[in-house]
């Protein structure tokens, strides 16, 4: 997307509860059209910032600013541009999802019943049955719903599909590519399911310690993020080491060593060195979380 | 042969990026002649779709392949399949020369995996058997 206009812009953020720090000073762009897959372990803090970014939780410092406003102070104008779906919806138990989607369009100066009813059928979402006596993927869907309703410019999904079986989650997902179909919509989804992010996503975002530790488009991370294998004759020194090292195992002639973003002379440098031949291996998504948390697979 | 007749697949929980699985599929099909000059790929909205895969991965692919002269944009049609642009101005000794790390690559796992030399060199036939539609 070539679009100069800035949709998310996070600088110096920093939540902490009860002094325990869950964000430290996060900087973070996100450009308008985008699909970003938010990443992180269980605690990392997704919840926390999505909330964050759209004024629902009130950071300690630091600043987010909404296409040009304070997220703690938006206008209504923006407010009625956002979409957002809570991990755990909560509504009024006994109102049913036709009900409750007429009562939340009311909110909203544009409103479209004929796109919710569209993705209900879609979506087999049973419309009469009291929220309250729904199944936690049926209560998702309808909170997907009616975060839909006014076509927002910005959505923003905190765990969408948790609660969704695997037949619901695609179809989900096909929607959500639809959606993605207009280039002005950005779209922010956490989750801790890779596979979803490789299919939709443009952008791909690590949150961990507190810190977006990676953020780049999706295929210029499967191509930098790398596992790299050296075969040498001889046994690698302790010492060894390589730019852009993620984790580093040394096996007397053979090094593992998981790296981002290291160039092409690099490798031939250290191939040079140590008369070594190397081996590249591609990684996916998981693999590429669990090297960026430092766990062997 | 008709676009809709092809048949292309892409595993998105693989080390390789969506949008190279297409290029190598694509690439494929030119080589071993299933796809002819002129020919019509699917439209971006189209394969996406069927994919179910992001418009913004199938838009990159078909860039790279346009760029690399592989396909080019033809009016009222989409995309189409480029007349063969091969570099006979290079000699075979420099085209050998582009595709030997690539296959070194191949050989220095096949001698990983314990392959005797003919065991590589049937995997090699078998590759070409399959792609020159032969």
């Known amino acids: 997307m070539n679009s100069p206009e800035v949709r998310i812009e996070v600088s110096k953020l920093c939540k902490s509860f009860a002094k325990q720090a869950v964000l430290c000073d996060v900087d ?29 939780l009130k950071a300690d410092s630091g600043l987010v600013m ?37 009562y939340v369009g009311a909110m909203y100066p544009n409103w479209n019943s004929a796109l919710c009813a569209e993705y209900a059928k879609q979506w087999d979402v049973p419309l009469f ?74 952008h791909v975002a690590f949150l961990h310690d507190g810190r ?48 981002a973003a290291t160039s092409e002379a690099d490798i031939e440098a250290v191939c040079a060195r140590y008369d070594a031949a190397v081996e590249v291996e591609e990684l996916n998504l998981e693999e590429i979380f669990l090297e960026l948390h430092h766990v062997d697979a | 042969m008709q676009s809709s007749q092809l048949s292309f697949s892409v595993s998105p929980s693989s080390g390789v990026p969506i949008y190279r699985q297409i290029i190598d599929q694509v690439n494929a099909l030119v080589v071993s002649g299933r796809l002819k000059p002129g020919d019509a790929l699917p439209s971006i909205r189209k394969l996406a779709e069927s994919l179910e895969v992001n418009m913004m991965t199938i838009s990159k692919a078909y860039t790279r392949l346009e760029m690399d002269g592989i396909l080019t944009r033809v009016r009222g ?17 420099e085209r050998q020369a582009e595709l030997r790390p690539l296959i070194e690559q191949a050989v220095l796992r096949g001698l990983q995996l314990n392959l005797s030399n003919p065991q590589i060199i049937a995997v090699v036939e078998s590759i070409l058997r399959e792609n020159r539609n032969e």
């Open chain 2, 77 to 93: 049609v989409g995309m189409a399949v480029a007349e063969p642009d091969i570099p006979t101005s290079a000699s075979v000794k």
């Open chain 1, 28 to 56: 973070w762009t996100i450009a308008a059209g985008s699909v970003v897959g938010l990443l992180g372990t269980n605690g990392s803090g997704k919840t926390t910032l999505i909330q964050c970014l759209l004024g629902l």
């Open chain 1, 212 to 259: 977006i530790q990676w953020f780049d488009e999706l295929d210029v991370t499967k191509e930098r993020i790398r596992r790299l294998r050296f075969r040498s004759k001889n046994n690698f020194p302790a010492s060894f080491t390589i730019p852009g090292a993620l984790h580093i195992q040394i096996d007397g002639s053979l090094v593992v060593a998981s790296v």
């Open chain 1, 66 to 102: 909404i296409d040009g406003e304070n997220a703690w102070d938006l206008t209504a104008r923006t407010k009625a541009r956002i979409g957002y779906v809570d991990q755990r919806p909560k509504f009024y138990p006994w109102m049913n999802g036709s009900d409750l989607l007429q």
């Open chain 1, 129 to 202: 049955k009291p929220f309250g006596k729904l199944s936690p993927g049926e209560q998702q869907k309808i909170a997907i719903l009616t975060a839909l309703g006014n076509e927002p410019d910005l959505l923003i999904l905190d765990e969408p599909v948790s609660s969704l079986d695997p037949l619901a989650r695609r179809a989900f997902l096909r929607s959500l590519l639809e959606i993605a179909r207009d280039e002005n919509r950005t779209i922010l989804f956490s989750t801790h399911i890779t596979s979803d992010v490789e299919r939709v996503a443009t």
